[in-house]
């Protein structure tokens, strides 16, 4: 792959650019059509990366053989990038030339964490953060849940103040558990904000209320889904913590929600 990426380097961009516009009709088909035009970007340029997401995500017949792709995709990313690689540093995702590039590095570090590898999950989630301080994947929520799950609390707290201004549940009912553990005697105003962000997580975390996926991908914000989502990934660290839930429950027992808001991602 390597001397292929030799051969085709230096007159990559046209290449590239016609893959790409082969991926989306990719991303638009169903079932093998799929993974046919994938593989025929790839004739095109093997720098496409998206054609390395997308046969990740649909042939891979293990996590190691997504892991392959992944590095592949995230390779051919880079290469096709070039010098506009570092150039762009610090605004990643607002040029769409980089958006290929990110989604196979975004896949590289879930399937890393998902085959054990935590740290090098954790060092690609920062480095994202870093070539988009802008986070238009979410990338620091996956951060946040790792580094929760691995108890790194002083980066944990760093993270959450880097992106003080989120209001997602995500955001503040983390919050509102460091807030517990730290023993903060004035929590009352940041439980009612998570609790105005989304009313029910506290039932969910306490077994009260059942968890409702999302059918679609997309996440209500104040919604039962995002609740959901929030539970499936960091409940672990309330059920950890002696107190926290029943606290948080009784906390919020008397508050009133307001209305839901509208789905947002």
Known sequence: MAGLFGRVEANANGAVD???????????????????????????????????????EEEAGS???ALALYRQGVEAGERALGDEFEELSGHFWGFLQTRPYMRARAGLAITLWRLGDQQAAID?????LMLNPNDNQGIRYLLATALLSREDIPALKDLLHQYEED???????????LAYR?????????VEEAWEANPHVPAMLAGLKRLAPSNDGY??????DEATAYVEENGAAWRITPGAIEWLVERTAALKPRPGRSRTR
Request: aromatic content about 8%; glycine content about 6%; overall charge negative.
């Open 18 to 56: 016609d893959a790409q516009e082969m991926m989306y009709d990719a991303w638009e088909a169903s079932g093998a059509e799929r993974v046919a035009l994938a593989r025929a970007a790839l004739d095109i340029s093997p720098l496409c990366a998206d054609a390395y997401v997308l046969l990740a």
């Open 63 to 65: 996590q190691q053989d």
């Open 124 to 128: 690609h989630y920062r480095a994202m």
């Open 167 to 177: 209001a997602s549940a995500a955001w503040v009912y983390t919050l509102v558990l």
């Open 182 to 190: 730290d023993q903060d005697i004035d929590t009352q105003g940041i």
């Open 219 to 224: 996440i209500s914000m104040g919604g039962a």
